[in-house]
């Protein structure tokens, strides 16, 4: 079995470490790089960070933050916002990126995903997805959701998720919008389904608010790794703490 990754998340806005609820009402939590080094010297297995601004805004990626990250820590970076096309893709990974996360792009260019994986591997290539809970026509809907959460696509998430899959995305980040930031668990029901739906990894966002969360999406909610960021980010809990909590209890966790 292999062993369940800790991941901390920066979402950035003009260069600074920003935590909100739903998407919005964001508060300041610090330096970039200087959240980098931190989490880094904590032990996270990964580093994800978005411009969470970026697509919504239409600016350009943040190379300058990620070679100051990627100059001061040693684990993998996983980069997302902005991203538009196979070179902005390159250029990330130029700059010291590991992973590239695509959201936005990869429902404006149906493609972006295919042409990516066959230049870079699959490996590098993420899909991330905003996924909201909504009513339509009387039944829940689980929709994709683009420009940081502001645009509703009409396209169901599990369907979504195998097209990715199809065109060889490695890697799925799943950060539900109607659980984000409000430190209430994870959406266990959606994360499963996106991990029965595919056979790469599904890395769960949205919600942690307790160690018994995170225990909870990567038992019961099958995701490979648990991403977070208020606990973290204001010291609710250490990278240690959880990684020790979740060996307690019987999960195989990186040391």
Known sequence: MLAKRIIPCLDVDKGRVVKGV???????????????????????DELVF???????????LMVDVLRQCSERVFMPLTVGGGVRTVEDIRLMLNSGADKVSINTAAVLDRNLIRRSARRFGSQCIVLAIDANRVQKDG?????????????????????????????????????????????????????????????????????AGTLEDMYAVLTRGRAEAALAASVFHFGQYTIAQCKQYLHDRGVTVRQ
């Not at 739903?22 to 996270?44: P, S």
């Not at 940081?148 to 195998?162: D, K, N, Q, S, Y």
């Open 22 to 44: 739903r998407f919005f009402e964001h508060r300041d939590a610090g330096d970039v790089a200087d959240c980098a080094r931190r989490y880094d010297e904590q032990g996270a």
């Open 139 to 207: 039944q829940e809907f689980w929709e994709v959701y683009i420009n940081g959460g502001r645009t509703p696509t009409g396209i169901e998430v599990t369907g979504w998720v195998r097209k990715a899959y199809d065109d060889g995305a490695g890697e799925i980040v799943l950060n539900v919008m109607n659980a984000d930031g409000t430190q209430a668990g994870y959406d266990l029901e959606m994360t499963a389904a996106v991990a029965e739906a595919v056979p790469i990894p599904v890395v769960a966002s949205g919600g």
């Open 50 to 60: 978005y411009d969470i601004t970026a697509s919504h805004e239409g600016r350009d």
